[in-house]
């Protein structure tokens, strides 16, 4: 059986399915498709700590689910602007568990991981694998990976 990592950047997915269906994301239906691709043996879901109840419950579902939820504090900036990103601390994650499995499966639309997806497959002959919305999931993302799969309606609350 293949072992696969999964690396979840929530906020990304929060904000791709909100804006194309006006739905959440199911991490419940994404656990079943994830079993049968093989074990799942690190699952990360990278979040941002905002501290209300709404999102502890959220966090909380996804710990009983099987992920690792790491936090990252909310910031926001005397001019107004949040900043929330766990771009790097997912790539250093995704490096360190290469060797070590079969397959990375990604969830996010960022253009920005294109490059990690790219040294996943060439450096380390892993399968690489993006879960992400069809319409905003950058296009040298999709052509990063070997497989993309889209979030559509299967896996929407």
């Given at each position: 059986?293949k072992?696969?990592?999964?690396?979840?950047?929530?906020?990304?997915?929060?904000?791709?399915?909100?804006?194309?269906?006006?739905?959440?994301?199911n991490?419940?239906?994404?656990?079943?498709?994830l079993?049968?691709?093989?074990?799942?043996?690190?699952?990360?879901?990278?979040?941002?700590?905002?501290?209300d109840?709404?999102?502890?419950?959220?966090?909380d579902?996804?710990?009983?689910?099987?992920?690792?939820?790491?936090?990252?504090?909310?910031?926001?900036?005397?001019?107004?602007?949040?900043?929330?990103?766990?771009?790097?601390?997912?790539?250093?994650?995704?490096?360190?568990?290469?060797?070590?499995?079969?397959?990375?499966?990604?969830?996010?639309?960022?253009?920005?991981?294109?490059?990690?997806?790219?040294?996943?497959?060439?450096r380390?002959?892993?399968?690489?694998?993006?879960?992400g919305?069809?319409?905003?999931?950058?296009?040298?993302?999709?052509?990063?990976?070997?497989?993309?799969?889209r979030?559509?309606?299967?896996?929407?609350?």
């Open positions: 059986m072992k696969i990592a999964v690396f979840a950047d929530v906020q990304n997915i929060y904000y791709t399915t909100r804006q194309a269906y006006g739905r959440q994301f991490y419940r239906k994404l656990w079943q498709q079993q049968e691709l093989g074990d799942v043996v690190v699952a990360n879901a990278y979040a941002i700590r905002r501290d109840d709404q999102q502890i419950k959220f966090q579902a996804l710990r009983h689910i099987g992920f690792e939820v790491k936090l990252k504090p909310f910031i926001q900036r005397s001019d107004g602007s949040t900043k929330g990103d766990w771009d790097v601390g997912i790539a250093i994650d995704v490096m360190e568990m290469a060797p070590e499995v079969d397959t990375i499966i990604l969830l996010s639309g960022d253009g920005d991981f294109d490059l990690l997806m790219n040294k996943v497959r060439e380390y002959g892993k399968e690489a694998i993006v879960f919305v069809p319409m905003l999931t950058a296009n040298s993302l999709i052509n990063s990976v070997d497989r993309f799969i979030i559509e309606e299967d896996l929407l609350l």
